[in-house]
């Protein structure tokens, strides 16, 4: 049972709170705020250096158990606590690889964490990212950019990290030979790799391997925040105030679907999906869709629904997008005739639902499949083609393979 402690001591949680406000005002860095201030047992302190290193027993990306004593062969072992939905977390994908493939070769085993409480990511936190911090999202992740390391879930207790209080993700620890923290904090200098100058996690090991004191033992790490338990409230409540948004159905002719089409001047991608509450493929993969609406509200991204049913059909269209809360863009075509629809839209749509198209800022088309979607495949594609509309990097790290 935790030990009711100060979560916001004088020193560096207050520099590290400043430096994260000033990130978010200038664009920097984009995460939700806080929902609440939280209480002296929702934060723990982050580990002193000195300290031991806690034991821990999780499961693996791997499908096994993984404990600390798995490690005790290494001369060195670095702790990375970090996630899937944080941007700053993922353009340190690669070089968290890379450290890992330096080092293993050296005595220098590298293990990383997963320390988020799931539940406690608002929707609204994803705006940049394919995946959240499940355990089937971290097996995603980790096979999409092949990870190298072993990948540990502490998502449903955080008993882990309850134990080394990181503070955001990334953030690295690193331990002796004898499991003595001797350093911890950030990686490095700089989240986009062209412009850090530091590299302190990497001088860490290299001091430990020649047997040397570490210079610089400990570093603001800046990211996002740990996503603690105590945010699920707020979680919770961003969801319900979606769902009290009003909902509409709107006629739409063929001159205005072919506007809408050519999606010219708005500077936003737009997704449409064409869909009918008599299919079934349609009305299956219609909350996924509603979770890339409030995924990506903040993006330069249009979500438009477009259903086939009839006309005088519009209470059981209605009906069914207020179930699901579908609080975007959503039409009715307007005639009788689907083929109508067809040919207004174009784009090699034959006229069977779910019909899913992206379309680009200048009316291309980015991506269309027939049938149910895949959503991760196409949040993939909606992130490859924004733009570093919030901070530069992002544009970058979705374009590139590693």
């Given at each position: 049972m935790l030990t009711p402690r100060n979560p916001w001591p004088a020193g560096r949680r207050i520099v590290q709170w400043i430096g994260f406000t000033a990130l978010a005002l200038t664009g920097g860095?984009?995460?939700?705020?806080?929902?609440?201030?939280?209480?002296?047992?929702?934060?723990?302190?982050i580990l002193k250096v000195g300290s031991p290193a806690p034991d821990f027993n999780l499961l693996g990306i791997d499908g096994k158990r993984h404990t600390l004593k798995d490690y005790a062969a290494a001369k060195v072992l670095a702790i990375v606590f970090t996630c899937d939905h944080c941007p700053v977390a993922q353009m340190y994908e690669k070089r968290i690889k890379q450290l890992t493939s330096d080092y293993k070769d050296r005595g220098v085993d590298v293990v990383?964490?997963?320390?988020?409480?799931?539940k406690a990511i608002h929707l609204s936190e994803l705006g940049h990212t394919d995946l959240s911090d499940s355990y089937p999202e971290?097996?995603?992740?980790?096979?999409?950019?092949?990870?190298?390391?072993?990948?540990?879930?502490?998502?449903?207790?955080?008993?882990?990290?309850?134990?080394?209080?990181?503070?955001?993700?990334?953030?690295?620890?690193?331990?002796?030979?004898?499991?003595?923290?001797r350093y911890e904090g950030r990686i490095d200098n700089n989240s986009r790799e062209e412009l850090m100058t530091k590299h302190e996690a990497r001088d860490a090991i290299e001091a430990l391997l020649a047997g040397k004191p570490v210079a610089i033992t400990d570093t603001p790490a800046v990211g996002c925040s740990t996503k603690w338990a105590y945010k699920e409230k707020g979680?919770?409540?961003?969801?319900?105030?979606?769902?009290?948004?009003?909902?509409?159905?709107?006629?739409?002719?063929a001159d205005q679907l072919k506007t809408l089409r050519q999606n010219s001047g708005t500077n936003?991608?737009?997704?449409?999906?064409?869909?009918?509450?008599?299919?079934?493929?349609?009305?299956?993969?219609?909350?996924?869709?509603?979770?890339?609406?409030?995924?990506?509200?903040k993006r330069a991204l249009n979500v438009v629904t477009v259903s086939i049913n009839a006309p005088?059909?519009?209470?059981?269209?209605?009906?069914?997008?207020?179930?699901?809360?579908?609080?975007?863009?959503?039409?009715?075509?307007?005639?009788?005739?689907?083929?109508?629809?067809?040919?207004?839209?174009?784009?090699?749509?034959?006229?069977?639902?779910?019909?899913?198209?992206?379309?680009?800022?200048?009316?291309?088309?980015?991506?269309?499949?027939?049938?149910?979607?895949?959503?991760?495949?196409?949040?993939?594609?909606?992130?490859?083609?924004?733009?570093?509309d919030r901070y530069i990097g992002q544009h970058a790290y979705w374009n590139s393979t590693f």
């Open positions: 860095l984009i995460w939700a705020q806080d929902d609440q201030v939280p209480s002296a047992a929702d934060v723990p302190p990383a964490i997963m320390g988020n409480d799931p971290m097996k995603l992740r980790a096979a999409y950019r092949h990870l190298n390391y072993p990948y540990l879930y502490d998502g449903d207790t955080q008993a882990v990290a309850l134990k080394y209080g990181p503070t955001a993700t990334p953030h690295i620890y690193i331990f002796d030979e004898k499991r003595i923290l979680a919770r409540a961003e969801v319900e105030g979606n769902n009290e948004k009003p909902v509409t159905v709107d006629l739409v002719s936003k991608l737009l997704l449409m999906n064409f869909w009918a509450t008599w299919c079934g493929p349609c009305t299956a993969e219609f909350p996924e869709l509603q979770k890339m609406v409030r995924q990506y509200a005088d059909e519009k209470k059981f269209v209605l009906d069914f997008l207020n179930e699901q809360h579908a609080i975007n863009q959503n039409l009715l075509w307007s005639t009788n005739d689907v083929e109508d629809a067809v040919k207004a839209f174009g784009n090699d749509w034959s006229g069977g639902v779910p019909f899913t198209v992206l379309i680009g800022m200048n009316g291309e088309v980015l991506y269309k499949t027939q049938g149910e979607m895949n959503p991760v495949e196409v949040k993939r594609v909606i992130l490859k083609n924004l733009p570093d």
